[in-house]
């Protein structure tokens, strides 16, 4: 097994979170996988290993407490999962549904799924598309636009939120409690945000116990709701289960999309013969799914090993873990040819795992390709042309990649 230390792997460096694909590129050739003695996770590259272990679930995991105990991993490993200093965030960020085992997750992710179908999410995009002409409207005047702040942040927030029934005052207090609660997946969270995340925890589960005494007294049309409704052969939601099942939403739906919006406008703008081809596009499918290929939101996702078996001649051990390298695995020349690289918006097909696969794919993929396509369907057909002239450096994450501010000085077609 090939370790970090011979590989200089540093997913921290400014160079690395500015531009990663070089050294996925490398390492893909020269260690498809490797063991990190940081986050004690063996990683690996390549889409074929990716794919097989997140549809493999008699090797691997979310969890791991269905199928051994707690005596069975590394200590410090779990400490890091499931951090004991901070409860709170333990207790309702890690036991969402995301990150269980059937049957519990099962049982959560069965209602859930019914909020996300494709027709349920087409619901939206009238809404969406108003939203995003509204924005335009406003920076095309100007002739300028702070992309995340002011299109890509309030486009999908407005739409979780109205899926949750939360009012809009309280929309810009969700960010701020999500930005905090994700830090804590990364494994250099210093001890500051990780107190900053516990705190948002509670703050979110406080805000989310007056909702579900509003619904008690008078249900609506949306998610929480339903969950209160929800009987399922004499079983029912608990209050708990139903509050992290929200944040889980609110972040997961608020978070990725944002990151996809951003990434996907600077992709266009380094690639202004794609911004051509996407303006005159009947239909946004391709697009959508080519530029989450080539600059995924979500990076990096986790797995325990379930039992001692081999992974592409690696062996893993069980009651270890691995780390799925998205961005890398959907830049594999083996999957996507010679010009894996490059932004190709007619390419297919596309097999991209921008949104997992097997088990945990994610539910809220029909809403985010609908959010992403009416977003992105108006601003190629409101703006003739248009150029970045300030853009934050990459948040600091080997989890998520996007950026914090993104200046567009703009042209109205």
């Known amino acids: 097994m090939t370790h970090n230390s011979e590989l200089m792997f540093h997913p921290y460096d400014p160079g690395f979170l500015d531009d990663p694909y070089p050294t996925y590129s490398r390492l893909r050739r020269e260690a498809p996988a490797f063991y990190d003695e940081n986050w004690d996770l063996t990683f690996f590259t390549r889409w074929q290993d990716v794919t097989e272990i997140l549809k493999d679930r008699e090797r691997f ?10 005596d069975q991993v590394d200590p410090d490993l779990y400490r890091r999962i499931y951090p004991d200093q901070w409860p709170m965030w333990t207790r309702y960020i890690r036991e969402s549904f995301i990150d269980l085992e059937p049957p519990r997750h099962t049982r959560l992710r069965r209602l859930v799924a019914k909020a996300f179908t494709r027709r349920s999410s087409e619901a939206f995009r009238p809404r969406l598309v108003d939203a995003a002409e509204r924005v335009l409207d406003s920076a095309l005047a100007d002739g300028h636009m702070e992309a995340i702040g002011q299109f890509a942040t309030p486009i999908p927030l407005a739409m979780i939120a109205e899926l949750m029934g939360i009012e809009p005052t309280s929309q810009p207090q969700l960010v701020e409690w999500s930005h905090a609660i994700v830090k804590v997946f990364d494994q250099r969270v210093t001890d500051e945000e990780g107190a900053a995340a516990e705190r948002a925890t509670n703050d979110f589960i406080e805000f989310l116990q007056g909702e579900l005494g ?16 929800v009987e399922e052969s004499g079983d029912t939601l608990t209050d708990e289960e139903i509050i992290g099942t929200s944040i889980l939403t609110l972040n997961a739906g608020h978070e990725a999309t944002v990151h996809a919006l951003g990434n996907s406008l600077l992709a266009l703008a380094a690639n202004p013969d794609q911004f051509e081809i996407i303006k005159k596009m009947g239909s946004m499918d391709l697009a959508i799914d080519e530029l989450l290929r080539y600059d995924s939101p979500l990076q990096m996702f986790e797995r325990w090993v379930l039992e001692d078996t081999d992974q592409g001649g690696v062996p893993l051990r069980r009651g270890t873990k691995v780390g799925l390298l998205f961005g890398s695995a959907n830049r594999d020349p083996e999957i996507f040819g010679h010009g894996a690289d490059k932004l190709d918006l007619s390419r297919t097909p596309n097999p991209h795992v921008s949104f997992g696969a097997g088990l945990h794919f994610c539910v809220g993929a029909p809403l985010a390709r609908v959010e992403l396509e009416a977003a992105l369907g108006v601003f190629a057909d409101r703006v003739r042309s248009f150029e970045v002239t300030e853009v934050d450096e990459r948040i600091e994450s080997l989890v998520f990649r996007g950026v914090g501010k993104l200046e567009l000085d703009l042209l109205a077609d």
């Open 61 to 70: 995991g979310r969890d791991f407490r269905h199928r051994m105990g707690v």
């Open 214 to 229: 509003r619904r008690r007294r008078v249900r609506g049309d949306d998610l929480i709701s339903a969950m209160i409704d």
